[in-house]
Structure formats: structure tokens, C-alpha cells
């Protein structure tokens, strides 16, 4: 069983780069953005219990997909520290049931291309990040430079990168 989390700010590739690293290797995937619009239409985003609720979609879904015994999966994320960490605690307590090494890649890319990801049209109808000056708010807001405490985090700047080159750079670093 293999699994792969991809995390950094929105708009960097991490969903399309984790569709085409599923692809190649026949695994599944699960990008947290499901998640969070779950959670936003039952809890509401930032009201009392949406992490819980959220960290609660997730796990289930990785146990099923776990007791499924499908042979990898691929979840991307948006990990900012402190926020994020209850989240990861209830990760990492899964992989440890399970006894599950997982690879850790943190995806960035450079400000201008950034924006030129996020305004694009294939972000056009969703929920997503799609101006440069929300971008911007967002990425004033939360610091995604930290890497996940406790984990050997693979860093990939994909700016001059599409998205198989990325995935096959990716694949060069996970344990098999």
C-alpha cells in the first residue's frame, strides 16, 4: 500500500501533478478540497467543529479505500502550521494502524506562474482560488514554507514543470 501526500498553497498544481501520479500507478485519489466543501455546506467554513468534521471525511475515506486494499492513494492538501496539525496527528495515527510509510512531497512554484495558474480557465466554475488578488491575501495570510513535522518532505518547484514531468520527478523520489 502506498501513500503519497502532496501538499502546498492552492493554485500550485498539486490535484493535476497527484491525478497524473495516480494515473501512472494505478492508485487512487483524494484531494482534500472534497472535503472542504463538504464541510463548508454542512458545518460552515471557520464555524466550531468544521476541522473535526473535515479530519473525519478524510480518515473515513482512507479507511475505506485502505480495507479496499487498492494499491496506493494520493491525497493533496493544504498544510499550514499550527492549523493543519490536528489534522496530521489523525493521519499519522491511521498510517501507524495500518502500518503504512508514506512519502511527503511539498509543491511550489514560483509567484508569477502562480498566477498564471490560478487565473486560468481550467479553475473557471469552482471553488478554487482564480484572481491574483486573492492569491495574493491568501498567500499573506498563511505561511506554506513549513514542511510537516516529523517527515522527510520531498520539495518539488515545478514552475518550469508540467504536470507529467512533475509526477515523473515525484516518482524518482517516493519509496516503493
Keep these: 500500500m502506498k501513500f503519497v501526500m502532496i501538499y502546498g498553497p492552492s493554485g500550485v498544481g498539486k490535484e493535476s501533478v497527484g491525478?497524473?501520479?495516480?494515473?501512472?500507478?494505478?492508485?487512487?485519489i483524494f484531494p482534500q478540497h472534497l472535503a472542504f466543501d463538504?464541510?463548508?455546506?454542512v458545518v460552515g467554513f471557520g464555524n466550531n467543529g468544521f476541522?473535526?468534521?473535515q479530519r473525519n471525511i478524510c480518515l473515513d475515506a482512507f479507511r475505506a479505500l485502505i480495507e479496499k486494499n487498492v494499491s496506493g492513494i494520493v491525497?493533496?492538501?493544504?498544510?499550514?502550521?499550527?492549523a493543519s496539525n490536528?489534522?496530521?496527528?489523525?493521519l499519522f495515527a491511521l498510517l501507524k494502524e495500518f502500518e503504512i510509510k508514506a512519502d511527503f512531497i511539498r509543491l511550489s512554484c514560483d509567484f508569477d506562474k502562480h498566477v498564471l495558474r490560478v487565473t486560468s480557465e481550467k479553475r473557471k466554475n469552482t471553488n478554487k482560488i482564480q484572481s491574483k488578488e486573492y492569491l495574493e491575501d491568501y498567500l499573506n495570510r498563511f505561511d506554506f514554507?513549513?514542511?510537516?513535522?516529523g517527515v522527510e518532505t520531498f520539495h518539488l518547484n515545478n514552475t518550469e514543470?508540467?504536470?507529467?514531468?512533475?509526477a515523473a520527478e515525484i516518482e524518482k523520489h517516493i519509496v516503493t
Excluded: H
Design 19 to 28: 491525478r497524473e501520479l495516480a494515473r501512472r500507478n494505478s492508485w487512487n
Design 38 to 41: 463538504i464541510s463548508c455546506a
Design 51 to 53: 476541522e473535526k468534521y
Design 75 to 82: 491525497f493533496t492538501f493544504c498544510y499550514v502550521s499550527p
Design 86 to 90: 490536528y489534522f496530521i496527528d489523525g
Design 145 to 149: 514554507s513549513v514542511d510537516i513535522a
Design 161 to 166: 514543470l508540467n504536470i507529467q514531468e512533475s
